[in-house]
């Protein structure tokens, strides 16, 4: 099983792919944790996307070409996988169509999350990531000595630095105008799914999971 999970920065992509991935036993995928793990070690792909990422701008697709490619070849990939955060271009979504037809047939889905752009601001300016395993809480349920609840680090909620409002905003204007028109592309290419991203998480998840049964 193949799954792309897409949707505007924020929409809770990352919340539903985890969730997903474990449920289906299936790998998540996440270009946006990739690049954020190569940022904090420094990596030779760190120093390149760093500036990139903290304004909200597309890395180029070449690299990530080049990165997708490399990771949907592991054993990790071989039951299926939920891509999160890729293809964010027209050209990133031929590129994907070339390698997952060299991997071979399975059924594809493309499962998108809708909210609106000031909901979206609302949710990203409120949330708080752990560094160490990415769970997302919001602001005010972090308090003092904080252990993470899923992961147990101590003291690891931060703020993204791309969750800055104007960074965010720029991220919505590229998803708009970049990353919007691949859900287009994929009509006709993959099961589409389109569900409201507003709604508790166990209901979307739920709708998800409902409507990949009837699909
Ligand atoms: P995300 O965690 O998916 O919101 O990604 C965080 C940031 O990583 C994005 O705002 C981009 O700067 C970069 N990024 C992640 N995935 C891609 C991609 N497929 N193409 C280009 N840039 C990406």
Redesign the pocket.
């Known amino acids: 099983m193949q799954i792309i999970i897409f949707g505007s ?2 929409v809770g ?2 919340t539903q792919a985890k969730i997903l991935a474990s449920k289906l036993s299936i790998a998540h995928i ?4 990739i ?2 793990e190569a940022i904090k070690n420094k990596t030779e792909l760190g120093l390149k ?1 760093k500036a ?2 903290d304004h ?6 070449d690299i ?1 070409g080049g990165i ?1 490619r490399d990771v949907l070849k592991q054993d990790r990939c071989k039951n299926g996988f939920i891509l ?6 027209i050209a ?1 979504a031929h590129l994907l169509e070339t390698i997952l037809a060299e991997l071979g047939a399975a059924k594809k889905f493309l499962i998108k999350l809708d909210a609106d752009d000031n909901i979206i601001i609302n949710r990203i300016t409120n949330r708080m990531v752990c560094s160490s395993c990415g769970n997302i809480l919001i602001k005010n349920e972090v308090t003092e000595n904080f252990q993470c609840p899923v992961c147990k680090s101590m003291n690891s909620y931060v703020r993204r630095k ?1 969750d800055d409002e104007e960074v965010i905003k720029r ?1 919505l204007k ?1 998803y708009h105008e970049t990353t919007a028109p691949v859900f287009n592309f994929y009509n006709g290419k993959a099961v589409v799914i389109e569900i409201d991203g507003t709604q508790s998480i166990d209901e979307v998840t739920k709708n998800i999971l409902d409507r990949m049964d009837r699909s």
């Open positions: 920065p924020g992509k990352g996440s270009t946006g944790d690049l954020r996307a990139i990422v909200g701008e597309l890395v180029p697709d990530m997708i999160d955060g890729f293809p964010r271009t990133q791309d991220r590229v």
